[in-house]
Structure formats: C-alpha cells, structure tokens
C-alpha cells in the first residue's frame, strides 16, 4: 500500500517551460505515469507492480496541475512532446510503458503515438478515450466548481468534510465514481482502504488543470502502433465502458482487460492482483510485431 505521505517532486524548467516531475529511481527501464484529474506528480496509488519489476516511475503533473504551468505544453499533445523532453533530459532513451489513468490517458496516447521511436508499450487504466466527454451539464458544472476563483473553497469544504465526517465525504465522492449506489460501494471498502482514499482526496487541488483537461482533443488512437493493454470497469461511474471499447477499437495492437472494480479506484477491487498478473507479463513480453 502507497505511503499516507506525500513523496517529493522535482521541477524542471524546459523550453516549453516548468515541468514538476516525481522520479522513483530503481533500475534502468522506466515507466511513464500521467495521473488523472485533480492529481499531480506527488500523488499516487498502488504502484508495487513497477517497484517489484525493478522499473523506475517518472510521474509528470500534466499543465495546470502542482508547479507544471498551464502554459507548458498546454495542449494534449503539446504535452507528450514536452514529457519526451524531459524524458531526454533525464537521460532515458527508451521508455518500457506509457502509462495513462483516467483523465491521464489522452496525454499517454499522443506520448506513444508521436514518440514511437521513445514509448515501448502503452497501458491505459480508466482511461478516457476518444469519446465527447464529459457532457455539456457536467462541463458546466465543472467550470463553475473548479475555476480559477471557486477550486480552492470546492476543495476546502471537501477536506473540512473528510476531517470531520469521512464516511459522508467518501459517499460524496464515491457518488460521481461508480455506477453503484454510493453506500454500497463504500460498504465494499476495507477500513485501510477508506483511509487510503481520504488521505487521497484531502490534498488534491484542480489549479488551472481540470478546466484544461476538458478542452476537447484530437483522436490519435490509431497512430499508436505499440502493444497496448485497456482495463476498465463496467462500474466505473467517472469514465464510461464506451471509452475502453473505442481505445481498443482505435488501436492497432491493443488488448482489452475488464476490472471487476466496482468504482474508479480498480487497486482497490479483489482481483487486481490478477490484472498486475497481467501487467507484469506484459512488460517483460517483446513489444516488436
């Protein structure tokens, strides 16, 4: 399980500008993790699959999010090219997987798609595809509660919730996660888990990066011509199922893995031990046809 403390970041400043970086230096091959909405560099969940593989985990906080500008990259694939930046800079030639969760996803497609000769493999964890989304209620809602004026009282009032009444903050949440009924999916959670899940939610902020990540983008699925592994969940309330079968779809080579997660947070859910089965495998298989 991930440690309750924040661990520290970097920052370095590029061409194309700052760019806040956590680097878990292990071994030479190196997996490439872009984080979801609300996230950033110094947050994350399980990641022993790449520890126990010796495999070195470079986190960027994509434009907006902690100290990466929202100006640096800007654009989804303005982005992937500046991580290939980085990634040079940090001297790694050659990268085993690019790694892309929920709203992460996008960016770990055009980082495979326009860096062929960098990006080895390509795993998308809850992703978003290259469906319209969110719909325009939700976009509105979400520019309303997470612009530049209101994101810091949003967050505010969620964490004053979580401290003082974690169960109701975690219904709260879970609600717009899972296709379920919030109480049951939280009833699914062991207490570490919830736990796990509140130290998770209290420090996130959105800065100027959510309200980016719902610019819409371009479809590069079918330029991506590295191995790719899609896990999703039928009851994943944030991101559609639609989203994996489009991804798998748009994707030459790409194989589809079902979570039986019953919300967005597929660490959590009895059989991931299976799908990091699954991962590991598929890190160490030849990525060439």
Avoid: K
């Avoid at 219904?171 to 296709?179: I, K, P």
């Amino acid at each position: 399980m991930t440690s309750m403390m924040e661990p520290p970041t970097n920052t370095m400043t590029l061409s194309a500008g700052p760019v806040e970086y956590r680097l878990d230096q292990r071994g030479d091959a190196v997996v490439v993790v872009f984080h979801g909405g609300h996230m950033r560099a110094g947050l994350a969940l399980d990641e022993r699959v790449y520890a126990e593989a010796d495999i070195s985990v470079l986190a960027p906080s994509r434009p907006g999010y902690g100290r990466t500008r929202v100006t640096t990259g800007t654009t989804v694939p303005g982005f992937a090219d500046v991580t290939a930046d980085l990634c040079r800079h940090l001297g790694f030639q050659r990268v085993t997987a690019a790694v892309g969760i929920s709203a992460g996803g996008p960016t770990a497609v055009a980082f495979a798609a326009r860096h062929p000769d960098l990006v080895e493999r390509l795993i998308l964890q809850g992703a978003l595809g290259p469906l319209p989304c969110p719909d325009r209620r939700t976009r509105l809602l979400a520019g309303l509660m997470f612009s530049p004026r209101t994101e810091g009282v949003t967050w505010g009032g969620m964490r004053s919730l979580l401290r003082r009444a974690p169960g109701r903050g975690l219904r709260q949440l879970l609600a717009g996660l899972a296709t379920l009924p919030a109480d049951q999916v939280l009833a699914g959670l062991t207490p570490a888990q919830r736990t796990q899940l509140v130290w998770l939610f209290s420090p996130m902020r959105s800065g100027a990066g959510f309200r980016n990540d719902l610019r819409p983008r371009d479809d590069l699925t079918a330029q991506v011509t590295q191995p790719a592994l899609v896990i999703a969940s039928r009851r994943d309330g944030a991101v559609p199922f639609a989203h994996a079968e489009a991804l798998v779809a748009g994707i030459p080579r790409a194989e589809l893995i079902e979570s039986q997660a019953d919300h967005h947070f597929y660490e959590f859910a009895p059989d991931w031990p299976t799908i990091t089965d699954t991962l590991r495998t598929f890190l160490t298989t030849d990525p060439r046809p």
